[in-house]
């Protein structure tokens, strides 16, 4: 497709017209010019291609279910989650889809909700990376991807609507970056706008996060497409840099565009712009013959692997692995009707559904398994259910709990509004280890929930996670030992709902939410206010055990646009192989701005035979020291000591290195009217000019008020604060005003030339 040329042949009401849906999945055809449709599906963990085109209908052709994006994230490889990315490429050429709609990136604000399912992680980084390798492996099969949902969007209550108040550092350090590195790393050919407003704007009109951050500062070549139903104002949403609104059709929207060409309202260019870039994608799809057949067998195991691999064990009293002769109680609806995935638009119809009750007799034939329900499926209370599982749990040696939570408290649409498991659930987990202490829980559910109930009274639990539809499999895997598990958490389970980060600032009300919390979400949020957790993010445990030893890195003293490289040997001392994912963190010693205590910067998953010993090497770049500074308006970097903590979860530290930093930053001067004494101290080019003026206040400070340095003694002769530590925080021009008569100019005067100075250097 010559796309400049057919560009200049569109009449405007084809540009129009492109630019909105045809259908509920489809862009609009130019059958004049030779200008195909191209096919959209969802997305994010399977393609949910729909029969009929025309239908928002949930109804769809069977494909395989992998596990959602927090049992993925789980998975911390990257080279599974390309390889699952190639699988859903494959299905899509089979299912003649162009454009799968995922991955999630938004980060996991809080637990409840009701789309974490959906989402990676509550740490950027992590959820870049996987993003990143998730477009890398559907996009070299030549299917394009939509990276979702920009910006902000981490909540379901009011999702249409809700303005998020985000100040700009928490923006660009916790909710962008996912998005940035995985726009810059991989170009997915769409990213979709969210519903919500972000600072008083729709995402869908927003020039700032559209126009300006995404397009031309990360360089974003694909479309952006709505999410479905997000456009209020076509005009307004292409002058903010929507280019593609869906679903189609929307006569009246593309007839308000004509007429805002026509009037002189929209500038014809920005369309063209808009009307370029679906020309562009519309092309790239076609380069991809599609049809065909995809390998359902094959694809089902990748599923068992990708889920054996982002299911994590997070207790284990020894009683796991399980020995394989047991009498096994097996208790819970979701061991015979597997819990998988989650409700809303991301539903797959799945090829096949592995029922993991069967699967955990195929694995241990020697076992002698017996069932019961343990619970209803809706909210109901039963106790008989719960007295008829806990007298076969009583006769078993072991009892094995899977525990699924419902769809009715998990789904897209709505948040969760507490993190506990059902009422009857609880009580059956009490009822079951009252009288029988070995008991394993198996969980099924997109997000943490609490277990202070019951935790300490359980020998192991496994969180299965929305495992996908081989998933059942997985468990079985797991419990019998046939798989060590690897998987760590890329989340954090906190001990009770009020614990957690964003817990005074949820959901909003009156049409806002603040991010109050701002950079504090998740474990940076635990580990800088001391506040613990159930289980830490990056926690996992194993069959075998890992010894850390020998950290080094490339150099002690080093410049950002260097980096260094971390190296560690880690061995696996136990009896069995088993994989390790190792967790590099840095953390700052002082900072101009408040930061976390400490941030993932890198990560490697390895996997080690018993007594084998390999060492991991992890990079560090100009990004792992920086922060936003949001009056520089950019990401900075500062002289300084920063700690290297290498471990096996952010609780979990098993080595620290301390490396120098020299900033390689020549930043603008930001010193104005308002600095203080400080800032003007901290400035490279303000010191030198405050110095000598500084020496004359000091002794002029210390004669009005007494006392020399650090001595200065208050009116009861206790020892108070150095009077200069109270100069130093205010703004020079109103320390100088109580000087004003020793002064040869006025104090503005003084400032405004020492500013000029600064700033012209
Ligand atoms: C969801 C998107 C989805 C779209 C199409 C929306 O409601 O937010 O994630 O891709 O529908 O089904």
């Known amino acids: 497709m010559d796309i400049q040329s057919i560009l200049e042949q569109m009449t405007l009401e084809e540009k129009a017209a492109l630019c909105t849906g045809a259908s509920a999945w489809t862009t609009t055809p130019i059958e004049r010019l030779d200008v195909p449709e191209m096919t959209v599906s969802d997305g994010p963990h399977g393609v949910r291609r729909v029969p009929d085109v025309t239908q928002m209908a949930l109804e769809s052709y069977p494909a395989t279910c992998f596990p959602t994006a927090s049992c993925l994230a789980s998975t911390w490889d990257v080279d599974l989650v390309r390889a699952m990315g190639e699988a859903l490429g494959e299905e899509c050429i089979a299912l003649d889809v162009d454009v799968l709609l995922g991955p999630g990136v938004n980060m996991k604000r809080s637990p409840l909700g009701g789309r974490n399912f959906e989402y990676f992680s509550e740490d950027p980084y992590l959820a870049g990376e996987l993003a990143a390798n998730f477009i890398n492996g559907i996009q070299g099969k030549g299917i394009g991807t939509s990276l979702k949902h920009y910006a902000a969007n981490n909540q379901e209550f009011q999702r249409f609507s809700i303005d998020a108040q985000i100040d700009e550092r928490t923006l660009r350090e916790i909710y962008l970056p996912a998005f940035e590195k995985a726009v810059k790393e991989a170009q997915p050919w769409t990213v979709m706008c969210a519903y919500n407003k972000v600072n008083g704007t729709f995402a869908s009109e927003h020039d700032e996060l559209l126009n300006k951050i995404l397009k031309d500062e990360w360089g974003f070549e694909g479309l952006v497409v709505s999410d479905w139903g997000a456009v209020r104002d076509r005009v307004a949403a292409l002058r903010g840099g929507l280019d593609w609104q869906m679903p189609g059709p929307q006569g009246r929207h593309v007839e308000a565009v004509v007429a805002a060409v026509e009037n002189g309202e929209l500038d014809e260019a920005v369309l063209d712009e808009s009307a370029r870039r679906i020309l562009r994608i519309v092309a790239m799809a076609q380069a991809t013959p599609k049809g065909g057949d995809f390998d359902k067998e094959a694809h089902h195991a990748l599923a068992r692997r990708v889920a054996v691999e982002g299911m994590v064990l997070l207790k284990n009293d020894g009683i796991l692995p399980l020995k394989g002769q047991e009498q096994i109680a097996v208790i819970g609806h979701s061991a015979e009707n597997a819990h998988f995935q989650g409700g809303g638009s991301s539903h797959i119809n799945p090829t096949f559904v592995a029922v993991p009750y069967k699967e955990l007799q195929a694995l241990a034939p020697d076992a002698e398994l017996t069932y019961a329900a343990g619970y209803p499926t809706d909210d109901s209370f039963c106790q008989e259910l719960i007295d008829e599982a806990a007298g076969l749990a009583q006769s078993a040696d072991v009892a094995i709990l899977y525990i699924a939570l419902p769809t009715f408290k998990e789904s897209e649409g709505y948040?969760?509004?507490?993190?506990?498991?059902?009422?009857?659930?609880?009580?059956?987990?009490?009822?079951?280890?009252?009288?029988?202490?070995?008991?394993?829980?198996?969980?099924?559910?997109?997000?943490?929930?609490?277990?202070?109930?019951?935790?300490?009274?359980?020998?192991?639990?496994?969180?299965?996670?929305?495992?996908?539809?081989?998933?059942?499999?997985?468990?079985?895997?797991?419990?019998?030992?046939?798989?060590?598990?690897?998987?760590?958490?890329?989340?954090?389970?906190?001990?009770?709902?009020?614990?957690?980060?964003?817990?005074?600032?949820?959901?909003?009300?009156?049409?806002?939410?603040?991010?109050?919390?701002?950079?504090?979400?998740?474990?940076?949020?635990?580990?800088?206010?001391?506040?613990?957790?159930?289980?830490?993010?990056?926690?996992?445990?194993?069959?075998?055990?890992?010894?850390?030893?020998?950290?080094?890195?490339?150099?002690?003293?080093?410049?950002?646009?260097?980096?260094?490289?971390?190296?560690?040997?880690?061995?696996?001392?136990?009896?069995?192989?088993?994989?390790?994912?190792?967790?590099?963190?840095?953390?700052?010693?002082?900072?101009?701005?408040?930061?976390?205590?400490?941030?993932?910067?890198?990560?490697?998953?390895?996997?080690?035979?018993?007594?084998?010993?390999?060492?991991?090497?992890?990079?560090?770049?100009?990004?792992?020291?920086?922060?936003?500074?949001?009056?520089?308006?950019?990401?900075?970097?500062?002289?300084?000591?920063?700690?290297?903590?290498?471990?096996?979860?952010?609780?979990?530290?098993?080595?620290?290195?301390?490396?120098?930093?020299?900033?390689?930053?020549?930043?603008?001067?930001?010193?104005?009217?308002?600095?203080?004494?400080?800032?003007?101290?901290?400035?490279?080019?303000?010191?030198?000019?405050?110095?000598?003026?500084?020496?004359?206040?000091e002794a002029e400070a210390r004669a009005m008020f007494g006392g020399g340095e650090n001595e200065h003694h208050d009116t009861n002769g206790a020892i108070g604060m150095d009077i200069m530590d109270m100069f130093n925080d205010m703004p020079l021009v109103s320390v100088l005003m109580f000087q004003q008569h020793q002064l040869l100019a006025h104090p503005e005067d003084i400032v405004a030339g020492m500013l000029a100075q600064v700033h012209q250097a």
């Open 415 to 697: 948040d969760r509004t507490d993190l506990d498991l059902t009422e009857q659930q609880i009580a059956l987990i009490k009822a079951v280890t009252a009288v029988q202490p070995k008991t394993v829980v198996v969980l099924n559910n997109g997000a943490p929930v609490v277990m202070s109930d019951w935790i300490d009274d359980v020998s192991a639990v496994l969180e299965g996670y929305m495992m996908g539809q081989a998933g059942g499999g997985a468990i079985a895997d797991i419990l019998t030992g046939k798989v060590n598990p690897s998987g760590k958490l890329a989340e954090t389970f906190p001990i009770k709902l009020e614990d957690t980060p964003a817990y005074l600032n949820w959901p909003g009300g009156a049409g806002t939410v603040r991010y109050g919390e701002g950079l504090f979400i998740g474990y940076r949020y635990y580990d800088t206010k001391k506040v613990p957790g159930q289980f830490a993010f990056g926690h996992g445990l194993s069959y075998t055990t890992f010894v850390y030893g020998n950290a080094t890195v490339s150099a002690e003293r080093f410049t950002d646009s260097d980096g260094v490289t971390v190296s560690v040997d880690v061995t696996n001392t136990g009896d069995v192989a088993g994989k390790e994912i190792v967790q590099v963190y840095v953390r700052d010693h002082v900072a101009g701005l408040v930061r976390p205590d400490k941030e993932l910067k890198g990560f490697a998953k390895v996997s080690l035979e018993p007594g084998e010993t390999k060492t991991v090497k992890i990079a560090l770049d100009f990004r792992a020291f920086a922060f936003y500074h949001p009056e520089y308006g950019q990401w900075i970097t500062e002289d300084g000591d920063f700690d290297l903590l290498i471990g096996g979860s952010s609780a979990d530290i098993r080595q620290t290195l301390t490396v120098t930093l020299d900033s390689s930053l020549d930043l603008p001067c930001i010193l104005d009217e308002e600095s203080t004494i400080y800032e003007w101290l901290a400035d490279p080019r303000g010191k030198p000019l405050l110095e000598p003026i500084y020496i004359k206040m």
